[in-house]
């Protein structure tokens, strides 16, 4: 992946590796994505999450797409019609 320089583009990086991780863990609406799994992904694809993290899921959530769950990110029925229904 391109090493990105603005914080934004990190950030918008992050929430799309974020969603990226919804879809290839086939979460579906109303279901969470724990936390747990969710790290070890982000790591592996996209390891300058860290530096954004809190602000690609406050981002998320101010679209609709997430909403924040104790252990992870639970899956709006917004997110799921972006994610799943693209493939559709």
Known sequence: MVELHSEADNVENTAQCIIEAFREMDVREG????????????QEHYPRYKDVQKEAEHHLTKEGIVNPAPDGLMLTQVGHKRIYDAEE
């Open 31 to 42: 279901n969470v994505l724990p936390y747990d799994q969710l790290y070890p992904y982000l």
